[in-house]
């Protein structure tokens, strides 16, 4: 059974930074891109990057470029999520996912950006 | 980047309603279309993937259909654990996207 464990989150102050992980058990976690989604209160889901399994490649919504970094250690089945500069506007649910067609879905830790 | 657009936003129905939500793509997507069920304070639950294919362990009621930029999601008779947000997403092409979400209420 697939299975994703988001840890990390908090409150931080407006220009802060927070590492996200996201532990992941159940599947051939090296074989697989993995993803960050977040959520912010009341609203939808919004894709923030996504991570290649083998080559390292890396991709990041525009909201995020430049700001936060993603990263893996398949040694540790673990994904993480660098975050800097944060401001109001990322607080949200964040969750990681992975799948092909479809994705699994972690059951979030929650980021708070405020004074 | 590609745009999903969901209709409707907010829906009422029935228990027992057969119920249809679209997905419509702002560009050719192929069937690279996944579709999600959210409750409140729980993590997106997978429906249906690549357009038309049932999830294991998803109920039959759950369809979904459509290719190109047109894509649906039936629940063929609405049961009361069906109250739910819907979205739709694309994996096409990064960025990945989701459409706004559909709010299933009761009627």
């Known amino acids: 059974e697939v299975q994703l464990l988001e840890s990390g989150g908090g409150l931080v102050q407006p220009g802060g930074s927070l590492r996200l992980s996201c532990a992941a058990s159940?599947?051939?976690?090296?074989?697989?891109?993995m993803n960050w989604v977040r959520q912010a209160p009341g609203k939808g889901l919004e894709w923030v990057s996504a991570?290649?399994?083998?080559?390292?490649?890396?991709y990041y919504a525009d909201s995020v470029q430049g700001r936060f970094t993603i990263s893996r250690d398949n040694s540790k089945n673990t994904l993480y999520l660098q975050m800097n500069y944060l401001t109001a506007e990322d607080t949200a649910v964040y969750y990681c996912?992975?799948?092909?067609?479809?994705?699994?879905w972690g059951q979030g830790t929650l980021v708070t950006v405020s004074s | 980047d590609i745009q999903l657009t969901q209709s409707p936003s907010f829906l009422s129905a029935s228990v027992g309603d057969r119920v249809t939500i679209t997905c419509r793509a702002s560009?050719?997507?192929?069937?690279?279309v996944a579709w999600y069920q959210q409750k409140p304070g729980k993590a997106p639950n997978l429906l249906i993937y690549?357009?038309?294919a049932l999830q294991r362990g998803v109920p039959s009621r759950f369809s979904g259909s459509g290719s190109g930029t047109e894509f649906t999601l039936t629940i063929s008779s609405l049961q009361p654990e069906d109250f739910a947000t819907y979205y739709c997403?694309?994996?096409?092409?990064?960025?990945?996207?989701f459409g706004q979400g559909t709010k299933l209420g009761i009627k």
């Open positions: 996912a992975t799948g092909n067609s479809g994705w699994y």
């Open positions: 159940g599947f051939s976690f090296s074989t697989y891109a």
């Open positions: 991570m290649n399994c083998c080559d390292g490649s890396t």
């Open positions: 560009q050719d997507i192929r069937s690279s």
């Open positions: 690549a357009a038309f």
């Open positions: 997403q694309q994996l096409n092409s990064y960025p990945y996207t």
